[in-house]
């Protein structure tokens, strides 16, 4: 996780809908064995590896990481994140209204203690 001091409801929340292409504990689903889909799937979470990877964050720099809770808010807000496509088929992934609150006020917080 991000921290050691995560609340598990915030590392329940991320883990559910953000880790299956921000970690290396990629859960890949059944449909991974089907192409073309399984390349656009492998690239997608590559990609999201690149731009996140909380199996990482502890070797960020304090700048990368206050760069990284600024998009994370931002992309929560804008309901860019998670990805429609995959909360389409991850029902579960997509986050309610309270769930955003919860993320997005820990988020501030850690972002304040940087």
Same mark, same amino acid.
């Given at each position: 996780?991000?921290?050691?001091?995560?609340?598990? *409801?915030?590392?329940? +929340? /991320? %883990? %559910?809908?953000?880790?299956?292409?921000?970690?290396?504990? %990629?859960?890949?689903?059944?449909?991974?064995?089907?192409?073309?889909?399984?390349?656009?799937?492998?690239?997608?979470?590559?990609?999201?590896?690149?731009? #996140?990877?909380?199996?990482? $964050?502890?070797?960020?720099?304090?700048?990368?990481?206050?760069?990284? #809770?600024?998009?994370?808010?931002? *992309? +929560?807000?804008?309901?860019?994140?998670?990805?429609?496509?995959? %909360?389409? /088929?991850?029902?579960?992934?997509?986050?309610?209204?309270?769930?955003?609150? /919860?993320?997005?006020? $820990? +988020?501030?917080?850690?972002?304040?203690?940087?």
């Amino acid at each position: 996780m991000l921290v050691n001091d995560v609340p598990k *409801q915030v590392e329940n +929340i /991320i %883990t %559910t809908s953000c880790y299956d292409c921000h970690s290396n504990n %990629t859960d890949y689903p059944w449909y991974n064995k089907v192409q073309p889909v399984a390349w656009f799937l492998e690239d997608h979470v590559a990609h999201g590896k690149e731009e #996140l990877n909380f199996n990482e $964050w502890a070797d960020y720099s304090s700048r990368r990481k206050n760069s990284k #809770l600024k998009s994370i808010i931002s *992309q +929560i807000e804008d309901g860019e994140m998670p990805l429609w496509s995959y %909360t389409l /088929i991850h029902r579960e992934a997509e986050l309610s209204k309270d769930e955003k609150k /919860i993320v997005l006020e $820990w +988020i501030s917080k850690l972002k304040d203690s940087l």
